[in-house]
Nanobody, 122 residues
Framework: QVQLVESGGGLVQPGGSLRLSCAAS????????MGWYRQAPGKQRELVAA????????FYPDSVKGRFTISRDNVENTLYLQMNSLKPEDTAVYYC???????????????WGQGTQVTVSS
């Protein structure tokens, strides 16, 4: 089983930036399309970015397009999310998981890391 450890969250003012990291144990990471998900209080978990095994292939929902950038390092088994121009509505706990585009971007693994809290507030 892959272990996922998210980090990099924090408190930031609107318009600010953060870079999240997700360290995955094991080389299986590099075989999967990966995604960043977030869950705000009282809301369902949603995908905010995905990246293919071939890193030129990415997907973003309209809510973050142009502001977030996903990347991966298959040598270090690490997934990144650069978040710019942050808005209060980006406040959530952010998680990484393998993503399945054929099933509405549902997470493929039934295990999760602890997540990292992002709070955007003045």
């Amino acid at each position: 089983q892959v272990q996922l450890v998210e980090s990099g969250g924090g408190l930031v003012q609107p318009g600010g930036s953060l870079r999240l990291s997700c360290a995955a144990s094991g080389s299986i990471f590099r075989a999967y399309l990966m995604g960043w998900y977030r869950q705000a209080p009282g809301k369902q978990r949603e995908l905010v970015a995905a990246i293919g095994v071939v890193t030129s292939s990415t997907f973003y929902p309209d809510s973050v397009k142009g502001r977030f950038t996903i990347s991966r390092d298959n040598v270090e088994n690490t997934l990144y999310l650069q978040m710019n121009s942050l808005k209060p509505e980006d406040t959530a706990v952010y998680y990484c998981n393998a993503a399945n585009p054929s099933l509405g971007w549902r997470p493929m693994w039934d295990f999760w890391g602890q997540g990292t809290q992002v709070t955007v507030s003045s």
